[in-house]
């Protein structure tokens, strides 16, 4: 990912996370799993405790705008956040 702006970032104290909004200038759009680990290394985060919520872009732009939360610990984000149908298979394995 080539160029990185933070269009918002808010602390959410009453779910313990830290909502953020960001700017990306990339030529593919990122996969979910990249862009958490790129969410997580630009805010000094593991990348088990972002949650990406949304990633949206242009039909022939380069810019997407990642929605994502960060939480402090994993146990936090497995209470709030809802799990796929894929996730919760791969749990019971």
Not at 29 to 50: D, G, H, M, R, Y
């Amino acid at each position: 990912m080539e160029k990185f702006t933070i269009i918002t970032q808010k602390q959410n104290p009453a779910f313990n996370r830290k909502e953020v909004e960001v700017n990306v200038e990339t030529n593919t759009t990122p996969k979910i799993s990249e862009a958490a680990e790129f969410i997580a290394k630009e805010f000094s985060s593991n990348a088990e405790n972002v949650k990406i919520k949304k990633i949206k872009g242009r039909f022939g732009s380069n810019v997407f705008v990642i929605t994502a939360n960060i939480y402090a610990v994993q146990e936090d984000k497995d209470k709030i956040e809802t799990r796929t149908k894929k996730v919760k298979k791969e749990a019971k394995k």
